[in-house]
């Protein structure tokens, strides 16, 4: 059985607690369990890299305490902690375990392994938010950094005639399939890829990952925008906006709109 590697800290704050979930998931963490001021994060021990572990802790000014566990059953770990999202009176987020929600216009029910996007995390809950704005009707889609693929089951339930949904990650791409099953989804089509880059282009992209890999796609995610279109971006602390609207503007796009959320960011562009 293998060797996992637990990192755990204590004493934080919900902000930090969100935070650390992002910034230690693009460095190989593959588990987490949240309790009130307290995470624990999981990765296995060959692809632990303790230098950049003390990078991201140092930055943030943490402490925390290393032990080594075995294989952890994750599917159990996310069923324990997965209580359903309800983002307003819009759209709710549930696993099939859980009972139906009323008075909600749209529900997306999902099996929640370790991908990102189950609307709880600021960013998601944001994307949601501002795509409830926004007329889906007959519009092409690119999904891009899909995760669980949540948004782009929110796409084709809001009437989006094609979607485009991609991740560069085996498990997010296993996971999306199955859920867009689940949800009768037949307008998306998933593919693995390591970049932006379709050679299409779409009336409305989607990107709910971090700074780095937006600003590394920004000229993909710009040119492969129809005139008109719009361009939602997350996965973005609010220190980052500088620095996105800058790269953004280089390629014409105007910021339309931002909503904030627990020290993370939504940003709509359009042309």
Known sequence: MSEYIQIEFQQITSVQSDILLAQLSSIGFEGFEEEENLLRAFIPSENFDEVLLKEITSFNNLSYTQSRIEETNWNAVWESNFDPVIVDDFVSIRADFHEPIKLVEHEIVITPKMSFGTGHHATTYMMIQQIREIDFTEKTVFDFGTGTGVLAILAEILGAEKIAAVDNDDWSIENAKENFEKNNCNKIDLQKAEDA?????????????????????????????????????????????????????KFKLKLARKTERNNWIALKFTY
Request: net charge negative.
């Open 197 to 249: 880059g379709t050679g299409k282009q779409y009336d409305i992209i989607l990107a709910n990952i971090n700074k780095n890999v937006i600003l590394d796609n920004m000229s993909n995610l710009s040119q492969q925008l129809l005139s008109h279109g719009v361009l939602l971006l997350s996965g973005l602390l609010v220190e980052d906006e500088t620095d996105i609207v800058k790269a953004a503007e």
